[in-house]
């Protein structure tokens, strides 16, 4: 069985989601990234020597641990899923951007807003930057669904735990109305709020 380490907050809950929409069956391991340790004690790095999350521990032994690769992974391993285009297809080139674009362009740079020695210049020049990031979300999703058209993707699950951390850092989206009724959508889907309900179990 896939065994997944998260920790709650953190972008593995889009791995939690992709888990969810592909009914794979897995093993939710809790590995805490404040203190890196896990439930039992155990140093979490003696698996994940990189100490972040999500980490997906394969049922051969091995394991990934980049984000947009595990999502992947995942999408690949339940392809009457739609999750994600066929490899080696222009529309999954473009998911890939979608991906790429999330965890370099957003997520890195909202990881800058969680670090508390930032000054308040940075962190003001930070949001702005991010803001200009959202707005080619926004424009992406103009007439569209999900990110990717008429499929929700794992590119949706990635971009939704990002964009959740706007509410966060007080970053304002009622000037992107598309981004605000794409989250609403995600939101209301059942493998996101069975996602979100085996983090809110995690008793830290």
Known sequence: ????????????????????????KYEAVVANIRTG??????????????GYVP?????????LHECAVILQYIADHAPEKNLAPPAGTTPRY?????LNFTAT??????????NPTITDEARAQTKVALTGRLNHIENLLDSK??????????????????????????????????????????AAR?????????????KL
């Open 37 to 50: 340790k896990l439930a039992d004690g155990s140093d979490y790095r003696a698996i994940n020597p990189l």
């Open 190 to 202: 059942p493998a996101v709020k069975a996602a979100l309900d085996v983090e809110a179990a995690v």
């Open 105 to 114: 362009e957003l997520h890195k740079g909202f990881g800058a807003l969680f």
């Open 1 to 24: 069985m896939l065994k997944l380490y998260f920790f709650p907050g953190a972008c593995s809950l889009s791995a939690l989601i992709a888990l969810h929409e592909a009914e794979l």
């Open 145 to 186: 669904t999900w990110i990717m058209g008429e499929h929700f993707t794992i590119a949706d699950a990635y971009l939704f735990v990002a964009c959740r951390w706007c509410q966060f850092m007080s970053i304002e989206l009622s000037s992107l109305p598309n981004i605000t009724a794409w989250m609403e959508r995600v």
């Open 55 to 63: 980490y997906l521990a394969l049922e051969d032994g091995d394991g």
């Open 94 to 98: 473009h998911l890939q951007e979608v």
